[in-house]
């Protein structure tokens, strides 16, 4: 019944008290701030910094936290994982909120989660950690004994950029069912013994692959409370705690009671600029609904939250449904269900699958159910769909909605109610519903009451489809759903309905056809007559925002394909019709949620330490990340984490919104009347120098009168609170003038001729003569895009003036102390022994932390220095991704000569790097791009040109590889042509033209213990690659639409420094009780340097390493150290503590040997007494490095490189030809690292490095609009893989008895070198474009750019629906027009 009356005086109401639980406590706050989300609470008010802030708009799951709540419907309590950056700390009242603080200590006990986590080194930067702890708490809460499944789908809303996932997977498989049964029994694969010691076997059935018994049946130790597992480390057995659910931390009781007890009560909160209402009945919300038109129905606010927080929108008034019971219930009848509006994707997801599986309706019936569940997977990741509700899905009218096209194609029909009218209002979710872009045929005031699906027919069939960049986790490139009803026993089309999302500003119906299939028959000319009309139905112009213009027709004509070939094969069963030859059925589904379980497969292997090595000698084992209990707890301190200064400021920056211009004005006026707000700061308040130097070039810290880039830092604001500051910055006014040319892309810079000034050549033999010489000589080019580096933790600093003599305290995410030093002190004109610079540890740098940090950290010290106060800064995501640039794109133009018999003669090379708007270290990553220009492969001949080109993009930096990924995926391509070109196998060609020993490379260095070789022979053999590749041509060749391929690529990386770089040095303080203290030139960055560090110091010291501490990295400990890069800094730095170490020894010596059975702490002791110096510095510096590289003659003289690591890998992969979707089904590694200092993290580095190569080669696309603004600015645009993105068989070998006498302990650089063998999937895909191609008769070479995203694979794929699309690339098509996006 609809009343009209207004029942409640809201307008006066008073406020309310908010009240929640956090982590058992009670928390009361008087005056809440309806704007404040629960993230910024916890950190801020409650200084609970275990959540953490990596992106602000539920894309990366850093922020997890798990609300319970009482469920009055249900009458139970329930447990949720949440995004607490965007829920609002209103939102929990009367909830209790669980944070990573709340489930375990370091100081107490860890909990399960933490403690396997931990212990299968699942954590490296620990920044993602927390999130990723509490959405596995979350399940576990729900699910005791989760399955594969469960496990999978909980972690869709977490990214983790450091360790490739793998661990991660490995760790929370501990807590599988142990009772489901493995088919194999006692004979799974996985009770086999282990071969020998060092092997580590992921204890997962290769048969049965999921879900398996005997996975957790380890055995019991001797304590009861303890159970083992062979895995991550056999040689190591891991023993971690058992889990009891029983031990939980209880729902508050009080809260409970009071919960049960009473009726949801009505709220009002009211801050600065929000008023926020909290209804508890239907008559109430419309009645608010009509006195607040324009108010917000915010559920989730998963829309709402994103638009405020990176679009800095607010929204006056704000009404939450969700104690509406009409509006949060599921009801069902014989004609179909009913979906209350402010129903979660997660309730809709169970209670839909609970009557699919109730056996109460027929499989055809409740199609449409099975369709919306199964797009559910692939609805964003658990801590959204756990809130997000379908009315804000329908409403919010997005074009790429993945719920619209389901309830259009099905006819469904939404409910809304108006305070003023009598009626309910119902209408047909159809074309009209959706009049223009985000906008619903919902009249002012209305409330979407709930919407009803009704159920399928017999002779209907209906399915949907969704295509994105990363298959979790991502919003649709395009989707669509579609229904087809038949004359009743005949394969002719009474009606068909579909929509498409992604093809238009609106959930979009193809009305045209949908009319034009009336009355035709299912067949093969009805689908080619589809085809054309789809086309005409959804035209999309060349410059439709989105983008991809001819992928998506493309793929709306594919997904038409997919569901008339099912529903063919249907009526084919159905003995309606019978399958025409060339229409093949196997291999045509998309790749279905049970596809993608992969909780991979795995083998590790790596060299034993040595015989007789004592059992407290660390150095060679597998030790967990010295900080990886408090990663998982929480308790790693980040910069932001620190606690706030008395009186501390914050800053937000000011950046250019031009590319190119001239700044003509800017206008404070609107900033300086904000709340908060305490100054501005610019140019003119740079007490030293403005321009500084970064890597030889003087760079302006903020821009004085022009810009030459998008979110260039031109000043910035400080006011008393972040959100003060961030709305005081938007409202700074400046006028530009811009500047011609504009230039973006390396062709620009190319037409432009606009080069810095600087370029590497290497002439080796004579190419040219040598040339004229070959049998055959082949040209092309390769073009290999950008990469974000997408650390967690985006750039922070805090500075804070000491008061005295100009001193200042520098705290900062940074990859190089000794720079922040430097350049703090030019640009406050004092000298350095007033600056102090402190490196606790970052969440991630990848090279993204050695010069960019400079952004922030300049600002921020010149503000401190202006206001006498500490000032903080940390980027948000968005500014992050415009402001600090990322790795260079490369374009490559290369003339190849050989003879008939595969043998490679010359190489004349043509490279062109972007390096954005400054030079940065675009001249050190060029010249690593030209050193790996021959990557494995000996060249008599080379010839190569190397530019960097000067464009308006925010500069390019350095980035994990350096420029060698993209130098030898150069090399890879044409090698790949030209063993296609012969008629040779990949491998074999690559084999014949393989360095030997002793070869000399292009740039004049010998090489010495070349094992490349090695690396290769072995991974093929492994991976069994030969057999493969048969069975995949076989498979090939029974499958027309789904392809694989794979691929074997070696790499050989060139570690070191200039050679004036290359020293490192260390201190080391024993204190009176024995306790050590060390520190050294190196930062921790999640690579694991410190845990190397204090295993280098332990065995020179002989202590365990409990007693030696790293605090920090500081300038004031170690000085003039080098930035912690090219991953060098073990090398470096563990040969200075071993320095510093050994001085203390030999200082020891001569009291040991006459005191022999001294304790450590009394031998220090009598050391002390007997006025024994117990400190010291220590210090090294690599022999025999020198390079002189002419770079007018080319000629390269010296050993550019200390020593090479080595490496090889194979990776199979599985290609939807229809979508460009691709699964990577197996990686074999290789990797040579001399002898690990430590095989769990040379294994995670391994692991975690592959995972970001397959990012850069496969999916990763930095674009930007032509007139120069960057698109990809969040975690929504921009996609790193995934945890779907693992390779579901991943197996890394460490190469054993390879020696290294150039590193400490005979150890090799790992960080980078393992990153390019990622592009073996790159060529894997390559491969299986290849098969799908010679279907359509497209033979022999084709170009595939980096990175193969599914947009390209699918274009290459090359068939009739392409053809029937590639229209655009005609430039005469649509002369002028401009696409949407562009790759710099
Ligand atoms: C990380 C992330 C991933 C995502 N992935 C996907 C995805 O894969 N697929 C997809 O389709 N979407 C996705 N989304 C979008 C979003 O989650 C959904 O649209 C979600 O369903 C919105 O629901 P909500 O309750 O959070 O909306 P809110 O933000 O709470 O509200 C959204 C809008 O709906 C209006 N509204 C809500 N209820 C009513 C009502 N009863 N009557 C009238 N108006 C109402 C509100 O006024 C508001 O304007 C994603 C979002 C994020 C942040
Ligand atoms: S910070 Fe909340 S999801 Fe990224
Ligand atoms: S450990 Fe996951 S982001 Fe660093």
């Not at 499989?363 to 804000?392: H, P």
């Amino acid at each position: 019944m609809v009343t009209t009356e207004v029942s409640t005086d809201w307008q006066v109401m008073s406020r309310d008290v908010l009240m929640f639980y956090v982590n058992g406590k009670k928390i009361v706050e008087e005056s809440p701030d309806p704007e404040t989300t629960l993230l910024s609470y916890l950190r801020v008010k409650l200084r609970l910094t275990g959540s953490k802030l990596g992106c602000g708009e539920g894309g990366c799951g850093a922020c997890t936290v798990m609300i319970s709540k009482w469920d009055p419907i249900n009458n139970k309590i329930v447990h949720f994982s949440a995004n607490a950056c965007l829920a609002l700390v209103v939102s929990v009242h009367g909830c209790a909120v669980t944070t990573v603080e709340g489930i375990g200590s370091t100081k107490t006990k860890l909990h399960a989660v933490q403690e396997r986590l931990a212990k299968f080194h699942g954590s490296q930067c620990g920044f993602c950690t927390p999130g990723i702890v509490m959405s596995m708490y979350a399940l576990l809460r729900n699910k005791p004994v989760p399955s594969v499944e469960d496990i999978e789908e909980c972690l869709q809303g977490n990214l983790c950029r450091c360790t490739g996932y793998r661990p991660i997977l490995s760790a929370f498989n501990t807590f599988i069912d142990s009772t489901a049964g493995c088919p194999m029994g006692a004979k799974c694969c996985k009770n086999k013994p282990i071969q020998n010691g060092n092997e580590c076997r992921h204890r997962l059935c290769t048969k049965y692959n999921i879900g398996c018994s005997c996975f957790t049946g380890f055995p019991e130790t001797s304590d009861k409370n303890l159970m083992r597992n062979d895995d991550p480390h056999a040689s190591q057995l891991v023993c971690f705690s058992k889990y009891d659910p029983t031990q939980e931390i209880l729902f508050p009781p009080d809260l409970l009671i009071e919960s049960k007890s009473e009726d949801p009560k009505t709220l009002k909160f009211v801050g600065e600029r929000v008023t926020w209402f909290r209804p508890t009945s239907l008559q109430q919300l419309v009645e608010l609904k009509s006195i607040y038109p324009d108010a917000q129905l915010v559920n989730g606010n998963t829309e709402i939250g994103v638009e405020a927080n990176v679009r800095g929108r607010h929204f006056k008034y704000i009404i939450t449904p969700l104690d509406v019971k009409e509006l949060k219930t599921i009801s069902v009848d014989d004609k179909g269900v009913n979906i209350g509006s402010s129903c979660t994707i997660s309730q809709i997801k169970e209670e839909l699958q609970n009557f699919i599986d109730s056996g109460s309706f027929t499989k055809y019936q409740t199609q449409c159910l099975e369709s919306l569940v199964e797009m559910i997977y692939w609805f964003a990741g658990d801590q959204i769909r756990n809130v997000a509700a379908i009315g804000g899905n329908i409403m919010t009218a997005s074009p790429i909605s993945d719920l619209n096209p389901i309830l259009m194609a099905n006819e469904s029909i939404a409910t809304f109610r108006l305070h003023s009218r009598a009626k309910d209002r119902q209408v047909l979710m159809d074309q009209s519903f959706f009049p223009k872009y985000r906008t619903t045929c919902a009249e002012k005031g209305e409330v979407l009451i709930s919407v009803f699906l009704p159920f399928n027919t017999k002779d209907q069939y209906m399915k949907a489809y969704k295509q994105s960049k990363r298959r979790e986790d991502d919003i649709a490139i395009v989707n669509s759903a579609m229904r087809v009803v038949f004359h009743p026993g005949t394969c002719k089309v009474l009606k068909f309905v579909a929509a498409f999302g992604g093809m238009a500003a609106t959930s979009v119906m193809p009305e045209k056809t949908m009319q034009n299939m009336i009355g035709k028959e299912w067949n093969e000319t009805l689908m080619k007559d589809v085809m054309i009309w789809l086309r005409k139905d959804l035209p999309l112009a060349l410059d439709a925002p989105g983008g991809m213009v001819e992928y998506r027709e493309a793929l709306a004509a594919s997904f038409f394909f997919k569901f008339f070939l099912c529903v063919r094969g249907n009526l084919v069963e159905k003995g309606l019709t019978t399958l025409e030859d060339d229409l093949k059925l196997q291999n045509l589904t998309t790749f279905k949620p049970t596809d993608a379980i992969h909780i991979p497969m795995s083998t590790r292997t790596w060299q034993d330490t040595t015989d007789g090595q004592p059992h407290d000698d660390m150095v060679g084992r597998p030790m967990q990340h010295a900080s990886g209990d408090k990663h998982t707890t929480g308790e790693a301190v980040y910069v932001d984490d620190m606690p706030t200064f008395s009186d501390e400021l914050y800053l937000c920056l000011v950046t250019s919104i031009r590319p190119h211009a001239y700044i003509k004005n800017v206008d404070i006026s609107k900033a300086v009347a904000c709340e908060g707000f305490v100054t501005y700061v610019d140019h003119r308040d740079v007490p030293g120098t403005n321009e500084i130097p970064i890597a030889g070039e003087l760079c302006e810290v903020f821009a004085t009168s022009k810009v030459t880039c998008f979110g260039q830092v031109i000043g910035a604001v400080v006011a008393d609170t972040q959100a003060h500051a961030q709305r005081a910055a938007q409202l700074v006014k400046i006028d530009y003038e811009d500047i011609s040319p504009v230039i973006i892309t390396i062709e620009d810079a190319m037409h432009h001729q606009s080069y810095f000034d600087i370029s590497k050549n290497v002439v080796h033999g004579d190419a040219i003569t040598a040339m004229a010489t070959c049998d055959h000589v082949i040209e092309g080019e390769v073009r290999i895009g950008g990469q974000e580096h997408f650390y967690l933790e985006t750039q922070a600093c805090i500075a804070v003036p000491k008061g005295e003599d100009g001193e200042i305290e520098m705290f900062c995410s940074s990859q190089d102390p000794s720079m922040l030093q430097r350049t703090t002190a030019t640009l406050l004109g004092v000298e350095a022994n007033k600056v102090v610079s402190r490196v606790k540890r970052m969440g991630g740098g990848f090279g993204g932390k050695e010069t960019r940090f400079l952004v922030v950290s300049n600002p921020v010290a010149v503000a401190a220095h202006k206001c006498g106060k500490a000032v903080r800064c940390m980027l948000s995501r968005k500014e992050d991704m415009i402001i600090t640039g990322g790795r260079q794109p490369f374009f490559a133009n290369y003339k190849v000569g050989f003879m008939k018999d595969g043998k490679l003669v010359a190489l004349i090379l043509d490279l062109y790097g972007n390096g954005g708007n400054t030079l940065d270290l675009s001249g050190g990553v060029l010249g690593k791009a030209v050193i790996h220009s021959d990557n494995c492969y000996k060249i008599p001949n080379v010839l190569i040109h190397g530019k960097i080109c000067k464009t308006n993009i925010s500069s390019s930096n350095a980035f994990r590889g350096f420029g060698a990924p993209q130098g030898m995926l150069i090399v890879e391509s044409w090698m790949t042509r030209i063993a296609q070109f012969l008629n040779m196998t990949q491998e074999k060609f690559r084999d014949l033209n393989m360095y030997k020993e002793e070869d000399v490379t292009h740039f004049n260095q010998k090489l010495e213990s070349f094992q490349a070789r090695r690396c290769w022979e072995e991974v093929i053999e492994k991976s069994n690659m030969v057999q493969r590749k048969e069975q995949i041509a076989q498979f090939n060749q029974q499958s027309r639409w789904r392809k694989k391929g794979i691929a074997c690529v070696p790499t050989k990386y060139a570690i070191g420094f200039p050679y004036n770089w290359c020293h490192g040095g260390a201190l080391v303080h024993v204190y009176t009780d024995g306790s050590v203290y060390l520190s050294h030139g190196g930062t921790e960055m999640g690579q694991g340097l410190h845990t190397k560090m204090l295993q280098v110091a332990g065995r020179c010291l002989g202590i365990p390493l409990s007693r030696i501490h790293i605090c920090e990295t500081s300038t004031v400990t170690v000085p003039n150290t080098r930035a912690t890069a090219a991953s060098f800094s073990t090398d470096l730095n563990g040969m200075a503590v071993k320095d510093a170490c050994d001085t203390i020894m030999e200082r020891l010596d001569p009291l040991r040997k006459q005191n022999p059975d001294l304790e450590w702490n009394d031998l220090i002791t009598k050391a002390y007494n007997e006025r024994i110096c117990l400190s010291t510095t220590g210090y090294h510096k690599t022999p025999g490095m020198f390079s002189a590289w002419d770079a007018e003659t080319g000629i390269v003289e010296g050993r550019t490189a200390c020593y090479f690591s080595y490496g090889a890998a194979v990776s199979e992969v599985e290609v939807d030809c229809l979508t460009g979707d691709h699964v990577v089904l197996q990686t074999d590694i290789v990797m040579d690292v001399g002898r690990s200092l430590n095989p769990a993290i040379d294994i995670g580095q391994i692991e975690g490095a592959f995972v970001q190569g397959y990012g850069l080669f496969t999916m990763e696309e930095p674009l930007h609009t032509p007139g120069g603004h960057v698109i990809t600015s969040g975690p929504g645009v921009y996609k790193i893989p995934g945890f779907g993105d693992c390779p579901r068989n991943f197996n890394v070998h460490l190469l054993r008895n390879a020696e290294n006498d150039r590193a400490i302990y005979s150890s090799k650089a790992i960080g980078e070198p393992p990153l390019f063998l990622a592009s073996s999937v790159f060529f894997a895909i390559k491969d299986a474009i290849g098969f799908a191609r010679e279907e359509s008769g497209l033979l022999g070479w084709f170009q595939l750019d980096s990175p193969a995203t599914s947009e390209l694979i699918r274009m290459a794929c090359g068939d009739c629906f392409t053809k029937q699309h590639e229209q655009h690339t005609d430039p005469k098509v649509e002369k002028g027009v401009k696409s949407w996006s562009i790759r710099a």
